[in-house]
């Protein structure tokens, strides 16, 4: 039996859900997988406030975020936004901030070949990449090849740091905005993998990950371009 496409370790995940005697709800949540630990606690909760005659969806969303009915998802030609329309384009540039503030720019790469990888911190697919991520950065020299993850799940400076340590990543990770997500069509989600060549133009598109499979699919593309 193949293992499971995230498989890192133990496959078993433990949950602790915690419950506030003095109203009988939920205020805290432990996830412990083989390859992180997460705790979500909530605070001055509010339930029901709200006349549901008042809610709009809308008023949830940036203005300039477009909202789609899911019955109506497929009757638009071309279905929900895709990033597959940037494939043979320009890759859109940035000036992003990485772990220590220091400013740093796609036109400031030089390496010839250059993976970015939209990931996010609490997302058990990117953890499960990092490990041949890690073995990618070293498997070609700096002039050839270079590798940038992009944090867009966290904007916490000190939580990307953190992270980037206890990983002990090899290769660069900056703090996404809202435009660099926006400009890439990610939605905000992870992983995703741009593989650009020496021009910048968006070659090679990849969402998800799974063991081998993408480890394969991605070197594949970057000796195809070297």
């Given amino acids: 039996?193949?293992?499971?496409?995230?498989?890192?370790?133990?496959?078993?995940?433990?949950?602790?859900?915690?419950?506030?005697?003095?109203?009988?709800?939920?205020?805290?949540?432990?996830?412990?997988?083989?390859?992180?630990?997460?705790?979500?606690?909530?605070?001055?909760?509010?339930?029901?406030?709200?006349?549901?005659?008042?809610?709009?969806?809308?008023?949830?969303?940036?203005?300039?975020?477009?909202?789609?009915?899911?019955?109506?998802?497929?009757?638009?030609?071309?279905?929900?936004?895709?990033?597959?329309?940037?494939?043979?384009?320009?890759?859109?540039?940035?000036?992003?901030?990485?772990?220590?503030?220091?400013?740093?720019?796609?036109?400031?790469?030089?390496?010839?070949?250059?993976?970015?990888?939209?990931?996010?911190?609490?997302?058990g697919a990117c953890q499960a990449a990092v490990p041949f991520l890690k073995k990618l950065k070293e498997l070609f020299s700096n002039e050839e090849f270079d590798l940038i993850a992009i944090e867009s799940w966290s904007h916490n400076a000190s939580a990307i740091r953190n992270y980037a340590k206890r990983k002990d990543l090899n290769y660069t990770i900056l703090n996404a905005t809202n435009e660099v997500i926006k400009q890439y069509q990610t939605g905000g989600a992870a992983p995703f993998f741009f593989i650009l060549d020496q021009k910048r133009i968006i070659r090679k598109i990849i969402r998800g990950y799974s063991t081998e499979n993408t480890d394969k699919e991605i070197i594949n593309a970057i000796k195809e371009l070297l």
């Fill in 1 to 123: 039996m193949p293992l499971p496409p995230f498989d890192i370790g133990n496959t078993t995940s433990i949950y602790e859900l915690w419950i506030n005697k003095s109203d009988n709800l939920p205020f805290k949540e432990r996830r412990e997988m083989s390859h992180d630990i997460s705790v979500s606690t909530c605070s001055n909760l509010q339930i029901n406030k709200l006349n549901i005659r008042d809610f709009n969806i809308n008023d949830y969303f940036p203005k300039d975020y477009e909202t789609v009915k899911y019955s109506d998802l497929h009757k638009k030609s071309g279905d929900s936004p895709s990033t597959s329309g940037l494939t043979g384009k320009k890759a859109p540039g940035w000036i992003l901030e990485n772990i220590d503030g220091q400013s740093l720019s796609l036109a400031n790469c030089k390496s010839k070949v250059i993976l970015i990888n939209f990931t996010g911190i609490g997302c």
